[in-house]
């Protein structure tokens, strides 16, 4: 099981904005990254150009939600930065 730990109140800031379907599907997909050991790319991927750094990707309806992580000793740490896409290009920065 993936031990996973929250950065500041980055994270919390940007839940408790989401409407309640939305927080369901976060919760789904970090329980997701909790148990199954092998998970999809659709869910979490290697943010490309980096070393380390890891996008869990949160999809509902026509938006994608995107909450940056890294690995540290072998810990997940979640939300460092988020943003909700809207387009098809990952801006290079915030």
Do not use: C, Q
């Amino acid at each position: 099981m993936l031990e996973k730990l929250f950065y500041g109140e980055h994270f919390w800031e940007f839940y408790h904005r989401l409407d309640k379907k939305i927080k369901l599907k976060v919760d789904r997909t970090i329980n997701l990254l909790e148990t199954v050991e092998h998970v999809p790319e659709k869910y979490f991927k290697h943010f490309s150009g980096t070393e380390g750094l890891y996008e869990i990707r949160v999809e509902f309806e026509y938006n994608i939600y995107r909450i940056f992580s890294f690995f540290d000793k072998g810990k997940l740490v979640i939300a460092i930065n988020r943003f909700h896409k809207k387009t098809n290009r990952t801006p290079k920065k915030k």
